[in-house]
T-cell receptor, first 115, second 112 residues
């Protein structure tokens, strides 16, 4: 069974641009969560989706948005990029709709650099 | 408020020595607690989880963790560390909003 796939693996953008990151969960998993990882802030929760519905959202500005499709694939979008958005963005999937209790399967992440 | 804390940012142990990584939580009810490991440039992999019942939990790669309610701790242990255990370790549990939150991580270095 294939794991969680995140594309692209690396991305370089400039300030003011927007970016879209993609996550394909493990087959059969309907819950997808996104995390931002930086050396200073650690792992910060962004959003959680289940069956195309956003269940929870972390404390991030409105420039960060996401969505989930009917095949459970998810995308996150960051508009008007800032230097501080440089981070490793991790996607995790789980089988059920309660990621707080379930084992999360993580992708390898997308490393975003904003210049 | 941070609900899961890892007091040690870095820990260095010699290969073959025992290991204990600390994790403290603040949560009213019995929490769901996890330990994850992250190798450089990779995502996180679950080592073990605690939901209820036996307070000593066995995980993969020879790791175990003990839930101690009286100390609000969920420390990760391994009796003999291997060089391949060098990685960053994250404790995770619910926050006040009942969302999964991660501790700041502990980077483990293994001396030959």
């Amino acid at each position: 069974k294939a794991g969680v796939t995140q594309t692209p693996r690396y991305l370089i953008k400039t300030r003011g641009q927007q970016v879209t990151l993609s996550c394909s969960p493990i087959s059969g998993h309907r819950s997808v969560s996104w995390y931002q990882q930086t050396p200073g802030q650690g792992l910060q929760f962004l959003f959680e989706y289940f069956s195309e519905t956003q269940r929870n959202k972390g404390n991030f500005p409105g420039r960060f948005s996401g969505r989930q499709f009917s095949n459970s694939r998810s995308e996150m979008n960051v508009s008007t990029l800032e230097l501080g958005d440089s981070a490793l963005y991790l996607c995790a999937s789980s089988l059920y709709d309660n990621p707080r209790r379930e084992k999360l399967f993580f992708g390898s992440g997308t490393q975003l650099s904003v210049l | 408020a941070q609900s899961v804390t890892q007091p040690d940012i870095h820990i260095t142990v010699s290969e073959g020595a025992s290991l204990e990584l600390r994790c403290n939580y603040s949560y009213g009810a019995t929490p769901y607690l996890f330990w994850y490991v992250q190798s450089p440039g990779q995502g996180l992999q679950l080592l073990l989880k605690y939901f209820s019942g036996d307070t000593l939990v066995q995980g993969i790669k020879g790791f175990e963790a003990e839930f101690k309610r009286s100390q609000s701790s969920f420390n990760l242990r391994k009796p003999s560390v291997h060089w391949s255990d060098a990685a960053e370790y994250f404790c995770a549990g619910p926050n006040a909003g009942n969302m999964l939150t991660f501790g700041g991580g502990t980077r483990l270095m293994v001396k030959p």
